[in-house]
């Protein structure tokens, strides 16, 4: 009986060393962390400014932070410059309208697509990139010109949080930074509206105190 007894708990000794084994290489792979789920997509809409834009272009360059800008087409002229340094710089252009008249731009599919497509056409002529997204201007849902705009090529973005530079009058800095932070509340990636044309001076100056708010609650900023 000492005989094979002796078998079966050299059996049992390797199958404990095994398990011992693979408990330490499973201790060793590092735990996946959930904060890359942690995500916020910083958006502009009805750009370029001379002003505004720049401002929130030289914050972003110094905090080392890539955005996407809709732009609104017919306000590139004499901004040209400030166009090429959106791409330049490594930010996402994004089709937002050539002309931001909704009674034009919603007369009809077709009608929507001719303004996209227009925008599209000046942010290919002046930085020789080829926009893929797409914002509706004012928002809202439209079926008809969301399925036509992906048979073009191009993906819809909307947005799940405001900074309230457009629905609170005369907010200054503070104000637009606890919108922001109030609105992004649980949302998972936080896709943050912001304008920078030029009546909005008070979004660039709320800017910092956004990207502080975020960097430190462990969100990554990411471009479309």
């Not at 914002?135 to 900074?163: D, M, T």
């Not at 930074?177 to 304008?195: F, I, N, W």
């Not at 044309?197 to 979004?203: D, G, L």
Request: charged share 25%; hydrophobic share 40%.
């Amino acid at each position: 009986m000492q005989r094979r007894f002796i078998p079966a708990v050299l059996l049992f000794v390797t199958l404990l060393l095994i398990l011992a084994g693979l408990g330490a290489r499973m201790n060793a792979v590092p735990v996946i962390s959930f904060a890359a789920e942690k995500e916020i997509y910083l958006t502009f809409d009805d750009g370029p400014s001379t002003s505004v834009t720049e401002k929130v272009l030289d914050i972003l360059k110094e905090e080392n932070i890539k955005a996407t800008f809709f732009i609104v087409s017919d306000r590139v002229q004499g901004r040209e410059k400030t166009l090429r340094r959106i791409a330049a710089e490594g930010h996402t252009l994004g089709v937002h309208s050539k002309t931001h008249v909704y009674s034009e731009i919603y007369s009809s599919a077709g009608a929507l697509l001719k303004d996209a497509e227009a925008c599209a056409e000046t942010i290919r002529r002046v930085t020789g990139i080829n926009p893929r997204v797409y914002r509706f201007p004012g928002g809202g849902e439209h079926p008809a010109s969301a399925k036509l705009l992906r048979q073009h090529g191009y993906r819809i973005v909307g947005w799940n949080a405001v900074c309230g530079d457009e629905e609170i009058r005369g907010a200054d800095a503070e104000t637009l930074y606890s919108s922001a932070v109030e609105t992004a509340k649980g949302k998972r990636p936080v896709v943050l509206l912001m304008h920078d044309s030029a009546t909005h001076r008070a979004t660039a100056e709320a800017l910092p105190l956004i990207i502080e708010h975020f960097r430190a609650e462990g969100y990554t900023f990411s471009a479309f």
